[in-house]
């Protein structure tokens, strides 16, 4: 079992700036693959960002590319996503999830844990 837990999302203007935390727990986290998602009213939950289980790989969505920086840190079982340049189509609920093969793949199956989401409003 794994357990995620993220935090940083809030309210910011366009062109401003915001970092998610997702905090795990109940398995080795360096061996996990992670990934962000994101979910706006009305939409189906997409791929945001991934990293591999020893950081050497990491994947962006075009339409966050350049703008967003995914990391992690192994010894607090915790990855980040800093996001960039803020637009208002960013706008939706963000989750962090877990993938068990180390792959931080883009397909949602791959995932076996997720987080309860945190919500990312960004104002024009």
């Known amino acids: 079992q794994v357990q995620l837990v993220e935090s940083g999302g809030g309210l910011v203007q366009a062109g401003g700036s915001l970092r998610l935390s997702c905090a795990a727990s109940?398995?080795?986290?360096?061996?996990?693959?992670m990934g962000w998602f994101r979910q706006a009213p009305g939409k189906e939950r997409e791929f945001v960002s991934g990293?591999?289980?020893?950081?050497?790989?990491?994947d962006y969505a075009d339409s966050v590319k350049g703008r967003f920086t995914i990391s992690r840190d192994n010894a607090k079982n915790t990855v980040y996503l800093q996001m960039n340049s803020l637009k208002p189509e960013d706008t939706a609920v963000y989750y962090c999830a877990a993938d068990t093969t180390g792959w931080g793949s883009r397909s949602t199956l791959m995932y076996n844990y997720w987080g309860q989401g945190t919500q990312v409003t960004v104002s024009s």
């Open positions: 109940g398995r080795t986290f360096s061996s996990l693959g």
């Open positions: 990293i591999t289980w020893s950081a050497g790989n990491t």
